[in-house]
């Protein structure tokens, strides 16, 4: 990713993949899709997925992992740096 301050231009590496599925260990029980406050998890045609666009949206709360009992989910936070920043006010 690239960004532009006080006329600089600063590249920011890629968090990569930190999440994925496993289908063939997945049992379709739907907790990642309750637990995941954004809304990341969908099921289409009896399949769990991971939103295309989860790296600009998760907020590393690791939630769907600790609740996929299957192991179906691999999770790893980014890299440091890469990952979400929280800000207060
Ligand atoms: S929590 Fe795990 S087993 Fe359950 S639907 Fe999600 S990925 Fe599949
Ligand atoms: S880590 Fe949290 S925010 Fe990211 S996909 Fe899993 S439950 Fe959703």
């Known amino acids: 990713m690239k960004i532009?301050?006080?006329?600089?231009?600063?590249?920011?590496?890629?968090?990569?993949?930190?999440?994925?599925?496993?289908?063939?260990?997945?049992?379709?029980?739907?907790?990642?899709?309750?637990?995941?406050?954004?809304?990341?998890?969908?099921?289409?045609?009896?399949?769990?997925?991971?939103?295309?666009?989860y790296k600009e949206k998760c907020l590393e709360c690791a939630a769907c992992y600790q609740v996929c009992d299957a192991n179906a989910i691999k999770f790893q936070y980014p890299a440091g740096g890469t990952g979400i920043i929280y800000e207060k006010g």
């Not at 590496?13 to 637990?35: A, E, M, Q, W, Y």
């Open 4 to 53: 532009e301050i006080d006329g600089l231009t600063k590249h920011i590496p890629g968090t990569g993949d930190f999440i994925s599925i496993d289908n063939n260990k997945c049992n379709n029980c739907g907790r990642c899709i309750l637990v995941c406050l954004v809304n990341l998890w969908f099921r289409k045609d009896d399949k769990i997925y991971i939103s295309e666009d």
